[in-house]
């Protein structure tokens, strides 16, 4: 029943897209500058029809109907509430669902903010937006049904992996794809400014808003996949350079640039097809991204259930709407007239764009490198963290200090009287970064560098917000979010390099001792739960210079439904540093391996991220009030 | 200088979606094929019982020989056994067993079980030696001639069609 | 006067640098391996048995005195360039290390063009 009550709603929505369209169509013929109501009716319609279909899968998998197939295959009767809810979207079929409700309802909420603009853009953006849930809807239809049936009816599902049952990882998703899925408005609304040659600082002003909103829910997205990666996988990291991460890191770079470029537009009225460029590019890159992680092409830590099928789908979808985008780019572009001085703002933001474009092409080259030359020389290579992080990381240096004086650099012309304080920020950032050295242990020159450019950027910052304070001239949404940045390269700097990695085959009984450090493996507990059995390590952690002990058990959970083996880390966490622990078992022998970490600023790094989202936030509220 | 970005563009990026397509139909499961053709350059693989070791030179003296990698609690190991016993009775093939991170006592009750059909037997008690010849999947096997270039690598249990190609190439 | 001061801190800063010598180190070794049977993980995020036997045969070369080049080298050689994470530089990678240089420097090139323009008018 709950099948054929989805399938009906999805060819509703097909119908009310198709209806969107053609009506849409008509009425930009007519003269007039009001949408007629039957428009926002059919909007309407649509977006309640879409979101009862969502919930008609959610039913199913809180009802545990097995009937559906995407329901057997990734839930369980045993599942918790909780997680069978987030199960809806915790699988390929339900998360493109997920896509085209974001896409829905983001052409609904358009539709309504926009009153204030011509019926035209408005009318071809929606034309465009819907042309893009079509061709999902399509694609969920045709391909990836989470409403296909099954029959007969399994009595029991197969469950869903265990490390997916946690909280970050159920609101991952949701927050991501409000990001890079709501990209997809401001690329409708960059092909109609195309179409419809509209006035530049119109569009400009109709897109802000949402470039900020899909930044921000993008940017808490990716923080909250690697809280998960932290707390759930185990080995300690945040953040590995895989292929499903840099995914969702490609469309961020192109927001950050677009964003910065908006600015400039706003201001001086200049590189309007650039802004465009990017509008078009985000999307791009979105869809781009869903392609690399759902077709299979690449081997990764967390790619979906792979299908040759979906990826040439996804792949001529994203053909079309690159080539569309690239015809009408080209078709419309008129030459602008540059007025630039280096020594101004728009010069920075300029060299702001020039960075973001270099790390994307970066990663997006390293991600799929592999595929080419697996394709061209039948060779297969991996690329991994060090590239990202050599190419990467001495660029950054660099980038911090343009962070810090960018933004006070005066627009059109600055006379640079202040040099000096330039230099005394510099030499402030040197000495704490000595003092650093002094304190503890010395590192890289890359790490030297970075620490003193993360240093400058979060002094500027400060420096800049007292003196705003003092003025009443106070742009707190900048600095926060710079400084924060500032914050979270020196967190992620530091915790590099005094992390402690030790790899130990311990047996009961043992002691192990490193450093001013020593770990003994107490006890060994066995557990038994309600869906799986616990092996628990108790391993005392004894500092001996401040003779502080703590225990720590990491666990070896035995899942019997699906059969898996997963290993819990013991995580101890304060706002100085973070122990963290995992032990398995070595096969055919009494001994366990453990791996030991102390990670120096965790919390912080997460709390920098938090604080840059708010910076986003806060102006997205200021933009809201004075309107 | 527009002509030249307005057609390098569409071509570049024509160029990068054919070989996304062709990457569709890639196996991305990877193999170590790479090593066929390869000479094995250094092998001290401690003989099973007595106290001596097997090296690179003694390999020399087979026309072919199949490396296999086994242990006894290897279950697939046990599948590919009859292959073995099979092919122990081939004249221009030697097989060299090497015991793999195994305990003797129950290496021995598997071979007393299912046959010895090895011409050498050696033992890797680490598992140290495996990465000296590339092996990273219990059972592999690796055929090599005798001036040790290998011929082909087998990650898994051998199949019949394995057992073919092998019958092919020695002959 | 502020410029040299800042001059000699400077260079007393990266003097200090002594201190963080290139020494073999395991982890980072391990962080570079990638397990071949797992999915994508390294051999130092993996429990598998592969990972285990691959981190005993490092710590023989390491203490054999071989540098961390050499060990990648060793590895690639006897299971192909995928098990190490930073992709050597060969006539089929180079252009993997190249192209981003490439961009920054078109980039940059692009903004000094624009730039100029303006001094035409």
């Known amino acids: 029943m709950l099948s054929n009550l989805g399938n009906l709603l999805l060819f509703l929505n097909i119908f009310l897209s198709a209806a969107i369209i053609f009506s849409a169509l008509k009425y930009l013929k007519i003269s007039g500058n009001l949408i007629p109501k039957i428009i926002y009716q059919i909007s309407t319609f649509q977006s309640t029809s879409i979101i009862i279909c969502f919930f008609t899968l959610v039913g199913a998998f809180i009802i545990s109907d097995f009937t559906l197939i995407t329901v057997y295959q990734n839930s369980h009767t045993l599942k918790p509430t909780f997680y069978k809810i987030a199960g809806t979207w915790g699988n390929h079929e339900g998360s493109l669902l997920l896509w085209v409700i974001i896409l829905i309802i983001f052409s609904f909420l358009f539709l309504v903010f926009t009153r204030k603009h011509p019926k035209e853009f408005r009318l071809v953006t929606i034309v465009i937006q819907n042309i893009l849930i079509v061709g999902f809807l399509f694609f969920i239809l045709f391909n990836s049904n989470p409403f296909s049936a099954l029959s007969p009816t399994p009595s029991e599902g197969l469950g869903l992996n265990p490390i997916l049952q946690d909280p970050a990882l159920a609101i991952h998703p949701p927050l991501l794809y409000v990001g890079f899925v709501g990209s997809s408005i401001y690329f409708s609304a960059a092909m109609a400014s195309l179409i419809t040659n509209y006035s530049q600082t119109s569009f400009v002003s109709s897109i802000k808003n949402w470039v900020l909103i899909s930044w921000c829910f993008q940017s808490l997205g990716i923080l909250v996949g690697s809280i998960w990666a932290y707390y759930e996988l185990g080995w300690g990291g945040f953040w590995f350079w895989d292929p499903v991460e840099n995914a969702s890191l490609l469309p961020w770079f192109a927001m950050t640039a677009l964003f910065h470029s908006l600015i400039v537009f706003e201001k001086r009225g200049l590189f309007y097809f650039w802004v465009i460029t990017l509008c078009l590019l985000t999307f791009i890159l979105s869809v781009t991204g869903t392609f690399l992680v759902r077709s299979g092409i690449l081997n990764s830590v967390h790619t979906f259930a792979s299908d040759p099928a979906r990826g040439i789908y996804i792949l001529l979808f994203l053909t079309l709407m690159i080539f569309s985008s690239i015809f009408l780019l080209f078709k419309n572009y008129k030459k602008e007239n540059y007025n630039l001085n280096p020594n101004s703002k728009e010069t920075f933001i300029l060299i702001n764009n020039w960075f973001m474009m270099f790390y994307l092409i970066t990663v997006f080259l390293g991600t799929i490198y592999p595929i080419f030359t697996d394709v061209l020389t039948e060779n297969k290579i991996s690329v991994g963290p060090p590239f990202y992080n050599m190419v990467i990381i001495p660029i950054v240096v660099i980038f911090l200090l343009v962070m810090a004086i960018g933004p006070k650099v005066k627009w059109i012309k600055e006379r640079f009287t202040n040099l000096k304080n330039y230099l005394f920020i510099l030499m402030g950032s040197t000495l704490i970064n000595l003092l650093i050295i002094f304190l503890f242990k010395s590192y890289s020159i890359l790490s030297n560098l970075i620490i003193i450019s993360a240093l400058f950027l979060i002094i500027s910052s400060l420096i800049d917000a007292i003196k705003s304070y003092r003025s009443s001239k106070i742009d707190f949404s900048r600095i926060i979010s710079h400084c924060s940045f500032g914050f979270l390269i020196l967190f992620i700097g530091l915790n590099n390099n005094f992390s402690i990695e030790k790899d130990y085959n311990i047996k009961l009984g043992e002691t192990k001792n490193f450093n001013n450090y020593s770990i003994k493996l107490q006890n060994l507990v066995l557990e038994d739960f309600s869906n799986y059995k616990a092996v628990i390590g108790e391993l005392v952690i004894n500092n001996k210079n401040t003779n502080q002990k703590n225990i720590l058990r990491p666990e070896i959970r035995i899942y019997n439904n699906p059969q898996t083996l997963t290993y819990e880390a013991a995580i101890k966490s304060n706002v100085i540093k973070d122990y963290y622990l995992t032990m398995s078992n070595i096969d055919r022998s009494e001994y366990y391996n453990i791996k030991f970490q102390k990670k120096p600023l965790m919390i912080w790094i997460w709390i920098s991220v938090v604080m840059i989202v708010f910076g986003g936030f806060l102006r997205l509220f200021q933009n809201a009030k004075n309107n | 200088m527009q002509k030249i970005i307005k057609i390098s563009i569409p071509i570049i990026l024509i160029f990068i979606i054919v070989v996304l397509f062709i990457g569709l139909n890639k196996d991305t499961n990877y193999n170590t094929n790479s090593l066929i053709g390869k000479k094995i350059s250094k092998i001290n693989l401690k003989h099973y019982n007595e106290n001596k070791f097997y090296k690179v030179d003694d390999l020399k003296k087979n026309k072919y020989t199949l490396i296999n990698f086994w242990a006894s609690w290897c279950a697939p190991c046990r599948a590919e056994h009859s292959l073995l016993i099979e092919l122990s009775k081939e004249k221009n093939l030697k097989l060299l067993g090497v015991n793999f991170k195994d305990k003797k006592r129950q290496a021995d009750v598997f071979l007393n079980e299912l046959g010895n059909p090895y011409d050498f037997l050696t033992k890797d008690k680490m598992g140290k030696n495996a990465v000296n010849l590339g092996v990273y999947g219990i059972p592999e096997s690796i055929l090599v001639d005798k001036n040790l270039t290998i011929l082909k690598k087998f990650v898994g249990p051998l199949s019949s069609k394995d057992f073919n190609s092998i019958i092919e190439i020695i002959n | ?121």
């Open chain 3, 1 to 121: 006067m502020k410029f040299k001061l800042l001059l000699m801190i400077l260079i007393f800063n990266f003097s200090l640098l002594h201190g963080a010598e290139k020494v073999v180190d395991q982890n980072t070794i391990h962080k570079n391996l990638r397990c071949l049977i797992c999915q994508g993980q390294s051999i130092a995020d993996s429990n598998s048995d592969f990972a285990q036997t691959i981190k005993l045969v490092v710590k023989d070369l390491i203490e054999d005195g071989r540098s961390e080049d050499e060990i990648y080298s060793f590895m690639a050689d006897k299971y192909g360039e995928w098990i190490v994470f930073k992709p050597q530089l060969n006539k089929h990678n180079f252009m993997l290390w190249f192209l981003p240089y490439l961009a920054l420097i078109l980039g940059g090139i692009i903004i000094f063009l624009i730039l100029k323009k303006r001094r035409n008018l």
